[in-house]
RNA sequence: GGAGAAAUGGCAGAGUGGUCGAAUGCGGCGGUCUUGAAAACCGUUGUUCGGGCGACCGGACCGGGGGUUCGAAUCCCUCUUUCUCCGCCA
Protein backbone atom coordinates (compact mmCIF):
# COMPACT_ATOMS: atom_id res chain seq x y z
CA UNK A 1 0.00 0.00 0.00
CA UNK A 2 0.90 3.71 -0.55
CA UNK A 3 2.74 5.50 2.62
CA UNK A 4 0.82 8.04 4.30
CA UNK A 5 3.54 10.19 3.94
CA UNK A 6 3.79 9.82 -0.01
CA UNK A 7 -0.23 10.72 0.53
CA UNK A 8 0.60 13.81 2.45
CA UNK A 9 3.27 14.75 0.76
CA UNK A 10 2.41 14.66 -3.11
CA UNK A 11 -1.28 14.15 -2.93
CA UNK A 12 -2.59 15.94 -5.80
CA UNK A 13 0.37 13.64 -7.47
CA UNK A 14 -0.95 10.60 -6.41
CA UNK A 15 -4.32 11.33 -7.05
CA UNK A 16 -3.31 12.53 -10.68
CA UNK A 17 -1.35 9.09 -11.48
CA UNK A 18 -4.19 6.66 -10.15
CA UNK A 19 -6.25 8.36 -12.68
CA UNK A 20 -3.97 6.67 -15.15
CA UNK A 21 -5.82 3.53 -13.73
CA UNK A 22 -8.83 4.78 -13.83
CA UNK A 23 -8.84 5.12 -10.11
CA UNK A 24 -10.54 8.08 -8.48
CA UNK A 25 -8.51 8.19 -5.58
CA UNK A 26 -9.84 11.86 -4.73
CA UNK A 27 -12.45 11.36 -1.78
CA UNK A 28 -10.68 8.58 -0.31
CA UNK A 29 -7.70 10.26 0.02
CA UNK A 30 -9.24 13.58 1.65
CA UNK A 31 -10.63 11.03 4.25
CA UNK A 32 -7.68 9.84 4.73
CA UNK A 33 -6.05 12.98 5.24
CA UNK A 34 -8.61 14.07 7.85
CA UNK A 35 -8.46 10.85 9.80
CA UNK A 36 -4.50 11.37 9.57
CA UNK A 37 -4.57 14.67 11.43
CA UNK A 38 -6.89 13.79 14.11
CA UNK A 39 -4.98 10.31 14.45
CA UNK A 40 -1.38 12.50 15.27
CA UNK A 41 -2.93 14.81 17.44
CA UNK A 42 -4.70 12.02 19.62
CA UNK A 43 -1.11 10.31 19.35
CA UNK A 44 0.33 13.90 20.64
CA UNK A 45 -1.87 14.25 23.58
CA UNK A 46 -1.89 10.71 24.62
CA UNK A 47 2.16 10.42 24.49
CA UNK A 48 1.76 13.82 26.51
CA UNK A 49 -0.55 11.82 29.14
CA UNK A 50 1.49 8.77 28.80
CA UNK A 51 4.37 11.33 29.97
CA UNK A 52 2.85 12.54 32.67
CA UNK A 53 2.22 9.16 34.32
CA UNK A 54 5.48 7.82 33.47
CA UNK A 55 6.65 11.28 35.77
CA UNK A 56 3.96 10.29 38.40
CA UNK A 57 4.92 6.72 38.81
CA UNK A 58 8.74 7.61 39.07
CA UNK A 59 7.47 10.17 41.81
CA UNK A 60 5.55 6.77 43.75
CA UNK A 61 8.02 5.20 43.54
CA UNK A 62 10.89 7.46 44.70
CA UNK A 63 8.38 8.47 47.62
CA UNK A 64 7.80 4.64 48.75
CA UNK A 65 12.10 4.20 48.95
CA UNK A 66 12.33 6.93 51.06
CA UNK A 67 9.63 5.78 53.44
CA UNK A 68 7.25 8.61 52.88
CA UNK A 69 4.01 6.68 52.37
CA UNK A 70 1.35 8.90 52.69
CA UNK A 71 2.69 10.96 50.24
CA UNK A 72 3.20 8.57 47.95
CA UNK A 73 -0.68 7.14 48.37
CA UNK A 74 -2.06 10.36 47.96
CA UNK A 75 -0.32 10.96 44.67
CA UNK A 76 -1.13 7.38 43.87
CA UNK A 77 -5.20 8.87 43.90
CA UNK A 78 -4.68 11.49 41.39
CA UNK A 79 -3.60 8.37 38.76
CA UNK A 80 -6.92 7.16 38.26
CA UNK A 81 -8.11 10.20 36.30
CA UNK A 82 -5.15 10.41 34.01
CA UNK A 83 -5.49 6.65 33.53
CA UNK A 84 -9.11 7.13 32.65
CA UNK A 85 -8.39 9.92 30.17
CA UNK A 86 -5.15 7.77 28.48
CA UNK A 87 -7.77 4.98 28.29
CA UNK A 88 -10.10 7.26 26.53
CA UNK A 89 -7.61 8.53 24.26
CA UNK A 90 -6.48 5.31 23.13
CA UNK A 91 -9.19 3.95 22.16
CA UNK A 92 -9.86 6.87 19.73
CA UNK A 93 -6.02 6.59 18.43
CA UNK A 94 -6.62 3.26 17.88
CA UNK A 95 -10.58 3.76 15.97
CA UNK A 96 -8.52 6.58 13.51
CA UNK A 97 -4.78 4.35 12.99
CA UNK A 98 -7.40 1.19 11.97
CA UNK A 99 -9.62 3.52 10.12
CA UNK A 100 -6.95 5.05 8.14
CA UNK A 101 -5.25 1.66 7.48
CA UNK A 102 -8.68 0.38 5.78
CA UNK A 103 -9.14 3.37 3.60
CA UNK A 104 -5.23 3.08 2.44
CA UNK A 105 -5.52 -0.34 2.20
CA UNK A 106 -8.33 0.86 -0.82
CA UNK A 107 -5.82 2.71 -3.01
CA UNK A 108 -3.62 0.76 -5.71
CA UNK A 109 -0.88 1.25 -6.17
CA UNK A 110 0.56 4.54 -8.12
CA UNK A 111 1.88 3.84 -11.81
CA UNK A 112 5.08 4.75 -13.44
CA UNK A 113 4.49 8.15 -15.03
CA UNK A 114 5.11 6.96 -17.92
CA UNK A 115 2.36 4.34 -18.06
CA UNK A 116 -0.31 5.01 -20.76
CA UNK A 117 -4.29 5.67 -18.97
CA UNK A 118 -6.13 3.03 -21.36
CA UNK A 119 -9.26 1.31 -21.06
CA UNK A 120 -8.61 -2.04 -21.30
CA UNK A 121 -6.13 -4.77 -22.69
CA UNK A 122 -6.70 -3.20 -26.15
CA UNK A 123 -4.62 0.58 -25.20
CA UNK A 124 -1.90 -1.96 -24.17
CA UNK A 125 1.30 -0.76 -25.43
CA UNK A 126 2.84 -2.69 -28.19
CA UNK A 127 6.57 -3.10 -27.20
CA UNK A 128 8.67 -5.37 -29.30
CA UNK A 129 8.06 -9.09 -30.99
CA UNK A 130 10.24 -11.91 -31.95
CA UNK A 131 10.27 -15.09 -32.89
CA UNK A 132 9.85 -16.62 -36.59
CA UNK A 133 6.06 -16.29 -36.58
CA UNK A 134 4.10 -19.19 -37.79
CA UNK A 135 0.79 -18.89 -40.37
CA UNK A 136 -1.90 -20.72 -38.84
CA UNK A 137 -3.85 -23.13 -41.19
CA UNK A 138 -7.04 -25.44 -41.25
CA UNK A 139 -4.87 -28.47 -40.90
CA UNK A 140 -3.38 -27.58 -37.36
CA UNK A 141 -4.61 -29.08 -34.63
CA UNK A 142 -5.23 -28.00 -31.36
CA UNK A 143 -3.41 -28.89 -28.37
CA UNK A 144 -6.26 -30.37 -26.41
CA UNK A 145 -6.58 -33.08 -30.07
CA UNK A 146 -2.73 -33.55 -29.88
CA UNK A 147 -2.95 -34.39 -26.10
CA UNK A 148 -5.44 -37.00 -27.07
CA UNK A 149 -3.59 -38.09 -30.19
CA UNK A 150 -0.18 -38.77 -28.40
CA UNK A 151 -1.98 -39.87 -25.40
CA UNK A 152 -0.37 -36.49 -23.53
CA UNK A 153 -2.89 -34.77 -21.22
CA UNK A 154 -5.90 -36.85 -19.41
CA UNK A 155 -8.16 -34.07 -18.83
CA UNK A 156 -10.92 -36.43 -18.20
CA UNK A 157 -9.00 -38.33 -15.45
CA UNK A 158 -7.95 -34.73 -13.75
CA UNK A 159 -11.59 -34.38 -13.58
CA UNK A 160 -12.36 -37.66 -12.04
CA UNK A 161 -9.29 -37.27 -9.67
CA UNK A 162 -10.31 -33.44 -8.78
CA UNK A 163 -12.05 -31.40 -11.12
CA UNK A 164 -11.93 -29.83 -13.93
CA UNK A 165 -8.88 -27.48 -14.45
CA UNK A 166 -6.94 -29.98 -12.66
CA UNK A 167 -4.78 -32.09 -15.67
CA UNK A 168 -2.76 -35.21 -15.13
CA UNK A 169 0.22 -35.01 -17.51
CA UNK A 170 1.09 -38.33 -18.66
CA UNK A 171 4.07 -39.90 -20.92
CA UNK A 172 6.96 -38.21 -22.56
CA UNK A 173 4.37 -34.74 -21.44
CA UNK A 174 4.90 -35.24 -17.88
CA UNK A 175 9.11 -35.67 -18.54
CA UNK A 176 8.54 -32.58 -21.15
CA UNK A 177 7.11 -30.47 -17.78
CA UNK A 178 10.09 -31.82 -15.83
CA UNK A 179 12.11 -31.00 -18.41
CA UNK A 180 10.94 -27.41 -18.94
CA UNK A 181 11.12 -26.58 -15.11
CA UNK A 182 14.62 -28.05 -15.12
CA UNK A 183 15.61 -25.80 -17.63
CA UNK A 184 14.00 -22.56 -16.48
CA UNK A 185 15.39 -23.23 -13.06
CA UNK A 186 19.20 -23.64 -14.43
CA UNK A 187 18.77 -21.01 -16.69
CA UNK A 188 17.68 -18.41 -14.03
CA UNK A 189 20.83 -19.49 -11.77
CA UNK A 190 22.84 -19.09 -14.39
CA UNK A 191 21.66 -15.73 -15.04
CA UNK A 192 22.21 -15.22 -11.01
CA UNK A 193 19.08 -16.11 -9.28
CA UNK A 194 18.86 -18.22 -6.17
CA UNK A 195 17.58 -21.30 -6.22
CA UNK A 196 15.03 -22.00 -3.45
CA UNK A 197 12.25 -24.50 -2.80
CA UNK A 198 9.50 -23.19 -0.76
CA UNK A 199 5.73 -23.96 0.91
CA UNK A 200 2.83 -24.15 -0.87
CA UNK A 201 0.44 -22.85 1.79
CA UNK A 202 0.93 -19.37 3.44
CA UNK A 203 -0.63 -17.64 6.32
CA UNK A 204 -2.54 -14.47 6.06
CA UNK A 205 0.23 -12.24 6.80
CA UNK A 206 1.86 -13.26 4.19
CA UNK A 207 -1.01 -13.25 1.74
CA UNK A 208 -1.66 -10.04 2.91
CA UNK A 209 2.21 -8.98 2.63
CA UNK A 210 1.98 -9.20 -1.74
CA UNK A 211 -1.21 -8.00 -1.70
CA UNK A 212 -3.44 -11.21 -2.48
CA UNK A 213 -5.22 -10.26 0.86
CA UNK A 214 -7.76 -8.64 1.68
CA UNK A 215 -8.74 -7.87 -2.00
CA UNK A 216 -8.35 -11.11 -3.40
CA UNK A 217 -9.28 -13.51 -1.30
CA UNK A 218 -11.54 -15.51 -3.46
CA UNK A 219 -9.08 -16.12 -5.64
CA UNK A 220 -7.35 -18.51 -3.15
CA UNK A 221 -7.58 -21.82 -1.86
CA UNK A 222 -8.33 -21.56 1.47
CA UNK A 223 -7.65 -24.47 4.26
CA UNK A 224 -10.24 -22.78 6.72
CA UNK A 225 -9.37 -25.15 9.39
CA UNK A 226 -5.70 -24.19 9.61
CA UNK A 227 -6.33 -20.84 8.20
CA UNK A 228 -3.96 -21.07 5.54
CA UNK A 229 -3.75 -20.36 1.48
CA UNK A 230 -2.17 -22.64 -1.22
CA UNK A 231 -0.12 -19.72 -2.92
CA UNK A 232 -1.70 -18.81 -6.45
CA UNK A 233 2.39 -17.77 -7.61
CA UNK A 234 5.79 -18.49 -5.91
CA UNK A 235 5.68 -14.44 -5.36
CA UNK A 236 4.31 -15.00 -2.31
CA UNK A 237 6.20 -16.91 -0.59
CA UNK A 238 9.55 -15.92 -2.03
CA UNK A 239 8.84 -12.34 -1.86
CA UNK A 240 7.44 -12.81 1.74
CA UNK A 241 10.81 -14.58 3.09
CA UNK A 242 11.62 -10.96 3.22
CA UNK A 243 8.90 -9.73 5.11
CA UNK A 244 10.02 -7.81 8.54
CA UNK A 245 13.66 -7.62 7.07
CA UNK A 246 16.24 -4.88 7.03
CA UNK A 247 18.70 -5.84 4.33
CA UNK A 248 22.16 -4.02 3.97
CA UNK A 249 22.98 -1.99 1.19
CA UNK A 250 25.67 -4.92 0.96
CA UNK A 251 22.93 -7.27 0.60
CA UNK A 252 21.78 -6.11 -2.85
CA UNK A 253 21.47 -7.72 -5.45
CA UNK A 254 18.45 -9.64 -4.20
CA UNK A 255 17.41 -12.41 -6.82
CA UNK A 256 16.02 -15.57 -5.76
CA UNK A 257 13.99 -18.03 -8.61
CA UNK A 258 11.55 -20.98 -7.32
CA UNK A 259 9.33 -23.85 -8.93
CA UNK A 260 6.42 -24.17 -7.75
CA UNK A 261 2.99 -25.36 -8.70
CA UNK A 262 0.16 -22.68 -8.55
CA UNK A 263 -3.15 -22.66 -7.32
CA UNK A 264 -6.05 -20.43 -8.33
CA UNK A 265 -9.71 -21.02 -8.21
CA UNK A 266 -10.35 -18.66 -10.77
CA UNK A 267 -13.50 -17.57 -9.80
CA UNK A 268 -15.80 -16.22 -12.09
CA UNK A 269 -13.85 -16.59 -15.67
CA UNK A 270 -15.85 -19.02 -17.34
CA UNK A 271 -16.50 -19.18 -21.22
CA UNK A 272 -13.87 -19.69 -24.08
CA UNK A 273 -10.27 -19.16 -22.85
CA UNK A 274 -10.22 -21.94 -20.82
CA UNK A 275 -10.02 -24.53 -23.16
CA UNK A 276 -7.20 -27.49 -22.77
CA UNK A 277 -4.20 -25.82 -21.06
CA UNK A 278 -5.69 -22.19 -21.16
CA UNK A 279 -6.73 -21.79 -17.98
CA UNK A 280 -6.34 -24.00 -15.09
CA UNK A 281 -6.61 -24.43 -11.52
CA UNK A 282 -3.60 -25.90 -10.78
CA UNK A 283 -0.37 -25.30 -13.10
CA UNK A 284 3.47 -25.14 -12.48
CA UNK A 285 5.59 -22.19 -13.15
CA UNK A 286 8.60 -20.75 -12.11
CA UNK A 287 9.20 -17.29 -11.02
CA UNK A 288 12.05 -14.65 -10.49
CA UNK A 289 11.92 -12.14 -7.27
CA UNK A 290 14.30 -9.20 -6.88
CA UNK A 291 14.60 -6.66 -4.17
CA UNK A 292 16.26 -3.59 -5.43
CA UNK A 293 17.05 -0.09 -4.18
CA UNK A 294 14.59 2.53 -5.40
CA UNK A 295 16.89 4.06 -7.81
CA UNK A 296 17.75 0.57 -9.58
CA UNK A 297 14.51 -0.90 -9.66
CA UNK A 298 13.71 0.07 -13.27
CA UNK A 299 16.86 -0.80 -14.43
CA UNK A 300 16.32 -4.19 -13.04
CA UNK A 301 12.67 -4.71 -14.49
CA UNK A 302 14.34 -4.32 -18.16
CA UNK A 303 16.60 -7.30 -17.25
CA UNK A 304 13.88 -8.95 -16.41
CA UNK A 305 12.22 -8.84 -19.26
CA UNK A 306 15.42 -9.27 -21.12
CA UNK A 307 16.01 -12.86 -19.29
CA UNK A 308 12.55 -13.28 -20.23
CA UNK A 309 12.68 -12.71 -23.67
CA UNK A 310 16.10 -15.04 -23.93
CA UNK A 311 13.95 -17.87 -22.88
CA UNK A 312 10.89 -17.67 -25.28
CA UNK A 313 13.69 -17.09 -27.75
CA UNK A 314 15.44 -20.41 -27.06
CA UNK A 315 12.00 -21.95 -26.90
CA UNK A 316 11.90 -20.74 -30.51
CA UNK A 317 8.58 -19.54 -29.95
CA UNK A 318 7.06 -16.66 -31.47
CA UNK A 319 6.64 -13.74 -29.22
CA UNK A 320 5.42 -10.18 -28.61
CA UNK A 321 5.98 -8.03 -25.70
CA UNK A 322 3.38 -6.01 -24.26
CA UNK A 323 3.38 -3.35 -21.79
CA UNK A 324 0.58 -2.82 -19.94
CA UNK A 325 -1.72 0.61 -19.49
CA UNK A 326 -3.54 2.17 -16.57
CA UNK A 327 -6.24 0.04 -17.09
CA UNK A 328 -5.03 -3.15 -17.50
CA UNK A 329 -2.58 -2.86 -14.94
CA UNK A 330 -2.82 -5.30 -11.60
CA UNK A 331 -3.71 -3.13 -8.03
CA UNK A 332 -0.47 -3.77 -6.85
CA UNK A 333 2.07 -2.95 -9.76
CA UNK A 334 3.53 0.09 -11.13
CA UNK A 335 4.25 -0.70 -14.51
CA UNK A 336 4.19 -4.29 -15.76
CA UNK A 337 4.98 -6.13 -19.37
CA UNK A 338 3.15 -8.97 -20.45
CA UNK A 339 4.97 -11.86 -22.51
CA UNK A 340 2.40 -13.28 -25.09
CA UNK A 341 3.40 -16.33 -27.32
CA UNK A 342 2.01 -17.46 -30.45
CA UNK A 343 -0.07 -20.49 -30.58
CA UNK A 344 -0.88 -21.61 -34.07
CA UNK A 345 -3.27 -24.03 -34.32
CA UNK A 346 -5.54 -21.85 -31.80
CA UNK A 347 -4.43 -18.63 -33.65
CA UNK A 348 -3.63 -16.68 -30.77
CA UNK A 349 -1.72 -15.14 -28.44
CA UNK A 350 -1.06 -16.80 -24.84
CA UNK A 351 0.11 -14.94 -21.85
CA UNK A 352 3.42 -16.55 -20.33
CA UNK A 353 4.60 -14.15 -18.11
CA UNK A 354 3.99 -11.02 -16.74
CA UNK A 355 6.83 -9.14 -14.91
CA UNK A 356 6.06 -6.33 -12.50
CA UNK A 357 8.00 -3.59 -10.75
CA UNK A 358 5.75 -2.83 -7.16
CA UNK A 359 8.08 -0.30 -6.04
CA UNK A 360 7.32 -0.24 -2.26
CA UNK A 361 4.17 -0.86 -2.93
CA UNK A 362 4.77 -4.21 -1.69
CA UNK A 363 7.68 -3.39 0.64
CA UNK A 364 5.24 -0.99 2.61
CA UNK A 365 2.87 -3.63 3.27
CA UNK A 366 6.10 -6.29 4.32
CA UNK A 367 7.96 -3.77 6.22
CA UNK A 368 11.06 -4.65 3.50
CA UNK A 369 13.39 -2.14 4.05
CA UNK A 370 17.19 -1.28 4.02
CA UNK A 371 19.83 0.81 5.35
CA UNK A 372 21.40 3.18 2.58
CA UNK A 373 25.11 2.99 3.89
CA UNK A 374 26.21 5.98 6.48
CA UNK A 375 22.69 6.35 6.58
CA UNK A 376 20.53 6.45 9.85
CA UNK A 377 16.93 6.00 8.58
CA UNK A 378 15.71 2.86 6.81
CA UNK A 379 13.88 3.00 3.24
CA UNK A 380 11.22 0.98 1.90
CA UNK A 381 13.07 -1.24 -0.88
CA UNK A 382 11.35 -2.25 -4.32
CA UNK A 383 10.27 -5.56 -5.11
CA UNK A 384 9.44 -6.92 -8.61
CA UNK A 385 8.47 -10.00 -9.72
CA UNK A 386 7.93 -12.16 -13.24
CA UNK A 387 6.96 -15.58 -14.65
CA UNK A 388 10.12 -17.39 -16.27
CA UNK A 389 7.53 -19.21 -17.32
CA UNK A 390 4.38 -20.39 -16.74
CA UNK A 391 4.19 -24.15 -18.23
CA UNK A 392 0.42 -24.81 -19.67
CA UNK A 393 0.76 -21.84 -22.41
CA UNK A 394 4.45 -23.03 -23.18
CA UNK A 395 3.32 -26.64 -23.60
CA UNK A 396 0.70 -25.50 -25.69
CA UNK A 397 2.73 -23.41 -27.72
CA UNK A 398 5.16 -26.15 -28.55
CA UNK A 399 2.59 -28.83 -29.38
CA UNK A 400 0.48 -26.64 -31.62
CA UNK A 401 3.67 -24.73 -32.87
CA UNK A 402 5.85 -27.92 -33.63
CA UNK A 403 3.29 -30.28 -34.66
CA UNK A 404 4.33 -32.20 -37.97
CA UNK A 405 2.20 -35.15 -39.65
CA UNK A 406 4.48 -37.54 -37.56
CA UNK A 407 4.23 -35.91 -34.21
CA UNK A 408 5.83 -32.80 -32.02
CA UNK A 409 9.48 -32.03 -32.50
CA UNK A 410 10.89 -30.94 -29.21
CA UNK A 411 13.02 -27.37 -28.50
CA UNK A 412 16.56 -27.96 -29.16
CA UNK A 413 17.29 -26.09 -25.67
CA UNK A 414 15.42 -28.73 -24.16
CA UNK A 415 16.62 -32.24 -25.78
CA UNK A 416 19.26 -32.27 -23.03
CA UNK A 417 16.57 -32.47 -20.61
CA UNK A 418 13.79 -34.48 -22.16
CA UNK A 419 16.70 -37.15 -23.67
CA UNK A 420 13.97 -37.24 -26.75
CA UNK A 421 13.53 -34.95 -29.40
CA UNK A 422 10.22 -35.90 -30.67
CA UNK A 423 6.93 -37.20 -29.29
CA UNK A 424 4.96 -39.68 -31.38
C1' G B 1 -1.07 -36.55 19.89
C1' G B 2 0.79 -36.76 25.57
C1' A B 3 4.38 -34.72 29.48
C1' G B 4 7.93 -31.02 30.72
C1' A B 5 11.16 -26.58 29.74
C1' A B 6 11.98 -22.14 27.27
C1' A B 7 11.28 -17.44 24.11
C1' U B 8 15.44 -10.76 26.11
C1' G B 9 19.17 -6.17 21.35
C1' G B 10 23.15 -8.82 14.99
C1' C B 11 24.65 -13.25 18.16
C1' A B 12 25.63 -15.33 23.14
C1' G B 13 23.70 -14.33 27.79
C1' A B 14 22.31 -11.52 32.80
C1' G B 15 18.13 -9.45 34.71
C1' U B 16 11.87 -12.12 38.98
C1' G B 17 7.72 -5.37 40.49
C1' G B 18 10.44 1.09 40.77
C1' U B 19 15.52 5.86 36.22
C1' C B 20 15.89 -1.33 32.60
C1' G B 21 15.92 0.36 26.31
C1' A B 22 17.88 -3.23 29.43
C1' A B 23 24.52 -5.65 32.69
C1' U B 24 28.46 -8.42 30.47
C1' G B 25 30.91 -10.87 26.36
C1' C B 26 31.29 -11.43 21.06
C1' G B 27 30.42 -9.14 16.52
C1' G B 28 29.90 -4.25 13.73
C1' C B 29 31.46 0.93 13.13
C1' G B 30 34.95 5.16 14.41
C1' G B 31 39.63 6.41 16.66
C1' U B 32 44.75 5.87 19.14
C1' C B 33 49.11 2.94 18.30
C1' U B 34 51.54 0.50 13.58
C1' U B 35 55.17 0.97 7.25
C1' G B 36 50.53 -2.15 6.86
C1' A B 37 47.81 -5.68 9.62
C1' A B 38 46.91 -8.24 14.20
C1' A B 39 46.80 -7.46 19.42
C1' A B 40 45.80 -3.80 23.07
C1' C B 41 43.26 0.55 24.58
C1' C B 42 39.28 4.50 24.03
C1' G B 43 34.61 5.72 22.03
C1' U B 44 30.21 4.21 19.51
C1' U B 45 26.53 0.69 18.18
C1' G B 46 18.32 -1.49 17.75
C1' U B 47 13.40 -0.43 15.71
C1' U B 48 9.37 2.79 15.52
C1' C B 49 5.71 6.87 16.21
C1' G B 50 4.67 12.12 17.27
C1' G B 51 6.49 17.39 17.79
C1' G B 52 10.49 20.94 16.08
C1' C B 53 14.09 24.13 10.41
C1' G B 54 17.42 22.18 13.90
C1' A B 55 20.46 20.91 18.38
C1' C B 56 16.72 18.22 20.64
C1' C B 57 12.15 16.71 23.32
C1' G B 58 8.40 13.05 24.29
C1' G B 59 5.81 8.12 23.50
C1' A B 60 6.01 2.76 22.30
C1' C B 61 8.73 -1.86 21.66
C1' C B 62 12.30 -7.73 26.10
C1' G B 63 7.81 -13.98 20.90
C1' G B 64 2.04 -12.09 19.72
C1' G B 65 -2.50 -10.55 22.26
C1' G B 66 -5.05 -9.47 26.84
C1' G B 67 -5.04 -8.58 32.28
C1' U B 68 -3.31 -7.15 37.54
C1' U B 69 -0.63 -2.61 39.50
C1' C B 70 0.53 4.24 40.78
C1' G B 71 4.46 1.39 38.18
C1' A B 72 5.70 -5.00 34.43
C1' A B 73 11.20 -7.77 30.68
C1' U B 74 9.85 -9.34 35.76
C1' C B 75 3.14 -11.43 38.30
C1' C B 76 -1.60 -13.71 35.91
C1' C B 77 -4.43 -15.51 31.41
C1' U B 78 -4.15 -16.86 26.33
C1' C B 79 -2.04 -17.87 21.56
C1' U B 80 2.29 -19.02 18.68
C1' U B 81 7.05 -20.97 18.15
C1' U B 82 11.41 -23.70 19.77
C1' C B 83 13.82 -27.53 22.70
C1' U B 84 13.76 -32.38 25.64
C1' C B 85 11.22 -37.08 26.58
C1' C B 86 7.21 -40.52 24.99
C1' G B 87 3.84 -42.11 21.03
C1' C B 88 2.91 -42.18 15.71
C1' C B 89 5.07 -41.65 10.96
C1' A B 90 7.24 -40.46 4.78
Not at 43 to 50: A, I
Not at 78 to 88: A, H, P
Amino acid sequence: MLTINQIRENKDEVIRLLKIKNFDASSIIEQILQIDLERRNLRQSLDNLQAEMNKTSEMIGKLFKEGKASEANLAKEKTGQIKEEIRLKNEAFSKAESDQHALLVLLPNTPNPSIVPGKSAADNEHIREGGKMITPNPSMIPHWDLAKKYDLIDFELGNKLTGSGFPVYKGKCAVLQRALISFFLDEATEAGYNEVMVPLMVNEDSGFGTGQLPDKEGQMYHATADNLYLIPTAEVPVTNMYRDVILNESDFPVRNTAYTPCFRREAGSYGKDVRGLNRLHQFDKVEIVRIEKPENSYQALEEMVSYVESLVQKLELPYRIIRLCGGDMSFTSAMTYDFEVFSAAQDKWLEVSSVSNFESYQANRLMLRYKPTGEKKTRLAHTLNGSALALPRIVAAILENNQTENGIKIPECLVKYTKFDFIN
